[in-house]
């Protein structure tokens, strides 16, 4: 189970429920398909989310018609099953100790309820560590973007898709790796992994150690055959909550890959060799 605070730089207070957000019947995933999507923005007019979600959206969103309001707007408009929403949240998880809070992008259609919480999830993806610098995510947010499109899309066809255990259904798409070029940044990979020598001890594919400005030109330009890692947890030298990792293909915005993990001493915060392992079953 999760729990979900709407961000204090939302609504200046926290709103919190406890119950996992339902997933879309038949006819909610249809009322999504005919929906309008507002994107719900930050009160505060210098957030750097703001920004980047109004680019990203203009680049990469074209599964609905779209438009930008704010939180005062999404209280009264929540109801409206003719709209659906792209809202920021902050998340923990209540089997957590160490009480981590990350920033989750939602998808949500709308319909009548009294809480949040029972506003039917289309998508939810881990998008950051709460706190976290804005631009340690922004560059990512039109791969993310068309990733939850592609969900819905698939949703549409096949209602069976949804589910708790929805994100790691794409785990079956791993076979498919073989035939593309996995991109890393130094940073998201445990220590053991750490270099291109150790990695390639496990892995024998395709994978690269390159920067943030190599991964931005792959999204922008849509580079074919080529898969980056989106990897979320704590910020600093916390050693404790979770470590979320995904793969998501910048050609097709398809998910190769989602896994998570509790962070301990033996399984830091990044990716893990247990996740190369994992891939190199198919190598």
Same mark, same amino acid.
């Given at each position: 189970?999760?729990?979900?605070?709407?961000?204090?730089?939302?609504?200046?207070?926290?709103?919190?429920?406890?119950?996992? +957000?339902?997933?879309?019947?038949?006819?909610?995933?249809?009322?999504?398909?005919?929906?309008?999507?507002?994107?719900?923005?930050?009160?505060?007019?210098?957030?750097?989310?703001?920004?980047?979600?109004?680019? +990203?959206?203009?680049?990469?969103?074209?599964?609905?018609?779209?438009?930008?309001?704010?939180?005062?707007?999404?209280?009264?408009?929540?109801?409206?099953?003719?709209?659906?929403?792209?809202?920021?949240? $902050?998340?923990?998880? @209540?089997?957590?100790?160490?009480?981590?809070?990350?920033?989750?992008?939602? *998808?949500?259609?709308?319909?009548?309820?009294?809480?949040?919480?029972?506003?039917? $999830?289309?998508?939810?993806?881990?998008?950051?560590?709460? #706190?976290?610098?804005?631009?340690?995510? #922004?560059?990512?947010?039109?791969?993310? *973007?068309?990733?939850?499109?592609? /969900?819905?899309?698939?949703?549409?066809?096949?209602?069976?898709?949804?589910?708790?255990?929805?994100?790691?259904?794409?785990?079956?798409?791993?076979?498919?790796?073989?035939?593309?070029?996995?991109?890393?940044?130094?940073?998201?990979?445990?220590?053991?992994?750490?270099?291109?020598?150790?990695?390639? +001890?496990?892995?024998?594919?395709?994978?690269?150690?390159?920067?943030?400005?190599?991964?931005?030109?792959?999204?922008?330009?849509?580079?074919?055959?080529?898969?980056?890692? /989106?990897?979320?947890?704590?910020?600093? @030298?916390?050693? $404790?909550?979770?470590?979320?990792?995904?793969?998501?293909?910048?050609?097709?915005?398809?998910?190769?890959?989602?896994?998570?993990?509790?962070?301990?001493?033996?399984?830091?915060? #990044?990716? *893990?060799?247990?996740?190369?392992?994992? *891939? +190199?079953?198919?190598?």
């Amino acid at each position: 189970m999760k729990r979900i605070l709407f961000s204090v730089l939302f609504l200046h207070y926290t709103i919190l429920f406890y119950s996992q +957000a339902p997933f879309p019947g038949n006819e909610e995933i249809k009322q999504f398909a005919a929906s309008k999507t507002c994107v719900v923005l930050e009160d505060n007019q210098m957030s750097y989310y703001n920004l980047y979600i109004k680019a +990203a959206m203009k680049e990469y969103w074209r599964i609905t018609p779209y438009e930008f309001i704010t939180v005062k707007e999404f209280n009264v408009m929540r109801s409206k099953p003719a709209y659906s929403f792209i809202v920021l949240t $902050e998340t923990n998880y @209540e089997k957590d100790k160490s009480i981590s809070l990350y920033n989750f992008i939602n *998808l949500l259609q709308g319909k009548d309820v009294d809480k949040l919480g029972d506003m039917p $999830e289309i998508c939810a993806v881990p998008l950051s560590f709460a #706190g976290e610098d804005d631009f340690e995510y #922004g560059y990512k947010l039109g791969a993310i *973007l068309s990733f939850m499109q592609n /969900h819905a899309r698939l949703i549409h066809e096949d209602p069976s898709k949804t589910g708790r255990r929805y994100l790691r259904f794409y785990n079956e798409n791993i076979p498919d790796l073989m035939n593309r070029t996995i991109l890393v940044k130094q940073e998201d990979l445990s220590p053991d992994i750490g270099s291109i020598e150790r990695i390639k +001890a496990i892995y024998s594919n395709k994978i690269e150690i390159v920067t943030e400005d190599e991964i931005v030109k792959a999204i922008e330009t849509k580079a074919p055959g080529t898969v980056i890692l /989106h990897k979320v947890g704590p910020a600093g @030298e916390r050693r $404790e909550g979770y470590c979320f990792k995904m793969l998501i293909g910048t050609d097709d915005a398809v998910m190769y890959y989602y896994n998570v993990h509790r962070i301990d001493k033996l399984n830091p915060n #990044g990716f *893990l060799p247990a996740d190369l392992k994992r *891939l +190199a079953r198919f190598d």
